[in-house]
């Protein structure tokens, strides 16, 4: 079992800058791909970056070039910084933890882009 816990979330104005943190307890958080995902109201919820257990990263178009994925195993924590934020960017944003087919999901964190 792996617990999420995801902080960092807020109201923000376009083209500000927010650093999402994930952390995960238990000792194998290491061998997890992790990713972040998110949900807008009336819509799907959809991918936003990955990060292997290896440290290979991958993002979606729509945040490329903004976006960074980062992990750090020694702290059992997955980040994602997002810069140059647009209104379309406002979400639940959620924290994944994968290992084969054992999905874990945390509660989520509440990022709106508004001016």
């Known amino acids: 079992q792996v617990q999420l816990v995801e902080s960092g979330g807020g109201l923000v104005q376009p083209g500000g800058s927010l650093r999402l943190s994930c952390v995960g307890s238990?000792?194998?958080?290491?061998?997890?791909?992790m990713g972040w995902y998110r949900q807008a109201p009336g819509k799907q919820r959809e991918l936003v970056a990955s990060?292997?257990?290896?440290?290979?990263?991958s993002y979606a178009d729509s945040v490329k070039g903004r976006f960074t994925i980062s992990r750090d195993n020694a702290r059992n924590t997955v980040y994602l910084q997002m810069n140059s934020l647009k209104a379309e960017d406002t979400a639940r944003y959620y924290c994944n933890a994968k290992l084969v087919a054992i999905n874990y999901w945390g509660q989520g964190t509440q990022v709106t882009v508004s001016s």
């Open positions: 238990g000792s194998m958080f290491s061998i997890y791909a």
């Open positions: 990060i292997t257990s290896g440290g290979s990263t």
